[in-house]
Each structure stands twice: as C-alpha cells, then as structure tokens.
C-alpha cells in the first residue's frame, strides 16, 4: 500500500529551488493538496529518488564467486535492497550481451534477464534492463534482438571490447589467460575468437546499420560506449545514438553535447577524482559543462557522494549536481513521470541527513523501500 503522508519542515529540493515546501504523498504520486498524517522532517534534505542510468553493482549479488552459486532471483532482491539504501529509486542494470563469454556472454545475459522479470513486481526500486552489445558479436545480433523483444528491454549500449591493434599487430592481447578462464575457454580458443571477430570488422558497420534502424522503429533508445574521438560520436549520431556513455576525451564529450546526445559520466570518476582507465576525468568534463547524468557504474554508493563531491569542489551546488542524478537521466531514459519533486509526479523521493550524508529513507512510488535511523521513527510514531 502506498504512503497517504505529508512531509513537513524539511530542506526540500524541487524545481524552483531549495525551500520547505510541504510533500504531499498520495496513491503513488506527489499531490498538490494534505493528504494523511504529517510527518516531521526537520534537520533532514528531501530529495529526488535517484535515476541511475547505468549500473553492473548486482553482479556481485547474482555471481558471487564464478560457478559458485545460481539462485540468481534471490541475488536480484538483495541488489534492489542495496539500491534502495544508496537512495536509487529507479536502476538500470546494465548486462553485456558479449563474446567475452562467463558472466558476459549470452547464456549469462538472458538468466540476467529472466531473475529480473521474475522479482522485479516483488522489490522495492523499479529495475530496468539494459542490453551492452558487443559490436563484433555479428552471429548472435538476432539472439539479442529476440531478447530485446522477449524482456521488454528499453535501453542498448554498443560495446567494442576488441582489442583490435595487438590482433592487426598479431600479438597476444594482454590478460589473454584470465580473461579466457573467466569465459569458461582455453587461452588457445579466446584468442581463435578474437582473431575470427577482427578478421569480421568490415562486416560490422552495415549490420549495426540494420540492426540500429530497427531499434529506432521500436522506439529503443540506444548509446554509444567509451567514445574517444569525433568520428566515434558522429557515427553513432548517425544511426540514431541519443547517448553517449563515458567518452574518453573532451572531443568525443563535446561531439556529443553538439549532436544533442545525453553524455552519461561515471560517478565514481568523480568521488576517485580521476578515471581508472587514465581517461579524462569527470569533473573535468562537469566543469565543462558536459554531463546530463551521473551513473553509479560499478559501485551503487557513489552516485549520492559524487554529487556532494562536485558541491565541494566548487564546480556545481548541489541542486545542480543532483539534477545529474535525477531529473537528467529520467530525461535520458523518457521517463517523464519521475527525477522531480512536484504534484502530479510519481511519487520517488529520499530523505538524507546532511550531517552524515546517509539516506534514511527511500521511497518508490508511494511506498517505502528503505528506512532507518532518526527517520524511521519519526515515521513509526502514532
């Protein structure tokens, strides 16, 4: 059942600004008028629930260890309980669909796809799909077509994750033993696979042309992945590409701020301060003006820290950087009934005490999926 509240006197962020506007709470949406008991919030920020656009932090919940455990449902709901205590109202979880094989190949990705459809009515954050196609992956492109269609997944990501100058050069790409044990294959066999995929190249451009038009006429929205150079973004732009995720370089992030792409940055990017990759930094790329959205990536605390993270830096106050986090990848994903506060939203929203910058509640759509602390009393009292 969702929550008939009113939240008072807290330090409420809507979309005129910081002020101690009253939250109405009522069947699932924020209303304009009373509605319920009214809860005290006093000493508390109110914010909007934030959207991530791009997440692989469930990994560690569905695969713990390799070939150790597949109750794959059960590590669902326990990384919708972790997003709900970071303050992540609405994630999408990002599965490659790869040659890369193990816990990124195809096998991999649909027993992704069916434990989220199978939970996702039960948990308390409204998880979404998004597909990373490995661009080389030509053989399989109809498989992750038909689970597009099947799962009803809204977002793809184009990944190359060749590396195409050390197989042009005819050497041994570096990490080729791991890699192999992680896909389940000999050394001798990845690297077969590799060679036959580069070998591939020129077949790539007309089939992701097809299979891109596509996507368009079904309404998917889609991104290009680790943009490095102008030509990358604009050939993306070209097929129809509305995002562009993590560009490496102020070129390739500039290319798709004047194509109209939504430049989607890592958030841990920011809390290190730096890329892990040795790319161009994300503040970097904020000071400049080139980010729509902020996405946990790899670890579901950052985005809320990266946010605090760009304020004392001096780049952005908070409400401007929590515009990264909610209203612009809603933007991105055409989710227009959320990433506000205001009447006729649904109604996604947490509570953070400033002091230690932890979210003490969550709510999804009316109804709570994370409380605790100061707050949860206050919600409990009579």
């Given at each position: 059942?969702?929550?008939?509240?009113?939240?008072?006197?807290?330090?409420?962020?809507?979309?005129?600004?910081?002020?101690?506007?009253?939250?109405?709470?009522?069947?699932?949406?924020?209303?304009?008028?009373?509605?319920?008991?009214?809860?005290?919030?006093?000493?508390?920020?109110?914010?909007?629930?934030?959207?991530?656009?791009?997440?692989?932090?469930?990994?560690?919940?569905?695969?713990?260890?390799?070939?150790?455990?597949?109750?794959?449902?059960?590590?669902?709901?326990?990384?919708?309980?972790?997003?709900?205590?970071?303050?992540?109202?609405?994630?999408?979880?990002?599965?490659?669909?790869?040659?890369?094989?193990?816990?990124?190949?195809?096998?991999?990705?649909?027993?992704?796809?069916?434990?989220?459809?199978?939970?996702?009515?039960?948990?308390?954050?409204?998880?979404?799909?998004?597909?990373?196609?490995?661009?080389?992956?030509?053989?399989?492109?109809?498989?992750?077509?038909?689970?597009?269609?099947?799962?009803?997944?809204?977002?793809?990501?184009?990944?190359?994750?060749?590396?195409?100058?050390?197989?042009?050069?005819?050497?041994?790409?570096?990490?080729?033993?791991?890699?192999?044990?992680?896909?389940?294959?000999?050394?001798?066999?990845?690297?077969?696979?590799?060679?036959?995929?580069?070998?591939?190249?020129?077949?790539?451009?007309?089939?992701?042309?097809?299979?891109?038009?596509?996507?368009n006429e079904k309404g998917i929205?889609?991104?290009?992945?680790?943009?490095?150079?102008?030509?990358?973004?604009?050939?993306?732009?070209?097929?129809?590409?509305?995002?562009?995720?993590?560009?490496?370089?102020?070129?390739?992030?500039?290319?798709?701020?004047?194509?109209?792409?939504?430049?989607?940055?890592?958030?841990?990017?920011?809390?290190?301060?730096?890329?892990?990759?040795?790319?161009?930094?994300?503040?970097?790329?904020?000071?400049?003006?080139?980010?729509?959205?902020?996405?946990?990536?790899?670890?579901?605390?950052?985005?809320?820290?990266?946010?605090?993270?760009?304020?004392?830096?001096?780049?952005?106050?908070?409400?401007?950087?929590?515009?990264?986090l909610s209203s612009g990848p809603?933007?991105?994903?055409?989710?227009?009934?959320?990433?506000?506060?205001?009447?006729?939203?649904?109604?996604?929203?947490?509570?953070?005490?400033?002091?230690?910058?932890?979210?003490?509640?969550?709510?999804?759509?009316?109804?709570?999926?994370?409380?605790?602390?100061?707050?949860?009393?206050?919600?409990?009292?009579?």
């Amino acid at each position: 059942m969702s929550l008939e509240r009113t939240l008072v006197r807290a330090h409420v962020l809507t979309p005129d600004g910081w002020g101690e506007t009253p939250i109405h709470l009522s069947d699932g949406l924020i209303v304009p008028d009373a509605s319920g008991r009214s809860i005290d919030l006093s000493g508390y920020l109110v914010l909007p629930g934030i959207v991530d656009p791009h997440g692989d932090g469930f990994e560690r919940h569905m695969a713990p260890r390799r070939g150790a455990l597949r109750e794959a449902e059960h590590g669902v709901v326990a990384a919708a309980t972790e997003l709900a205590a970071n303050g992540i109202t609405t994630a999408i979880l990002a599965q490659f669909f790869s040659w890369e094989g193990g816990m990124r190949g195809p096998d991999f990705a649909e027993h992704v796809f069916e434990s989220v459809t199978s939970v996702r009515d039960s948990v308390g954050v409204d998880l979404r799909l998004q597909l990373r196609l490995e661009t080389h992956l030509l053989d399989d492109f109809a498989r992750a077509e038909a689970a597009i269609d099947r799962f009803g997944i809204g977002y793809v990501v184009f990944n190359d994750h060749l590396p195409h100058q050390r197989l042009s050069e005819g050497r041994k790409p570096p990490r080729l033993t791991g890699q192999a044990l992680k896909s389940g294959r000999s050394p001798e066999t990845h690297l077969a696979l590799m060679q036959d995929l580069h070998q591939r190249s020129a077949e790539v451009p007309a089939a992701l042309d097809a299979l891109t038009a596509r996507l368009n006429e079904k309404g998917i929205v889609f991104g290009s992945h680790d943009d490095s150079t102008l030509a990358d973004r604009q050939e993306w732009a070209m097929r129809g590409a509305t995002v562009s995720e993590f560009p490496e370089t102020l070129e390739a992030a500039q290319a798709a701020r004047d194509d109209g792409g939504h430049i989607v940055l890592g958030a841990p990017n920011v809390v290190r301060g730096a890329s892990h990759a040795g790319n161009i930094a994300a503040s970097e790329l904020v000071a400049h003006g080139l980010c729509d959205a902020l996405a946990s990536d790899y670890h579901y605390p950052s985005p809320l820290r990266a946010a605090f993270r760009l304020e004392e830096l001096g780049l952005c106050d908070l409400s401007v950087a929590w515009g990264m986090l909610s209203s612009g990848p809603a933007r991105l994903l055409g989710l227009s009934d959320r990433g506000v506060l205001e009447p006729g939203k649904r109604a996604d929203l947490i509570v953070v005490d400033p002091q230690t910058r932890r979210v003490e509640a969550t709510i999804v759509a009316g109804r709570i999926a994370h409380l605790t602390g100061t707050v949860a009393e206050r919600f409990l009292q009579g």
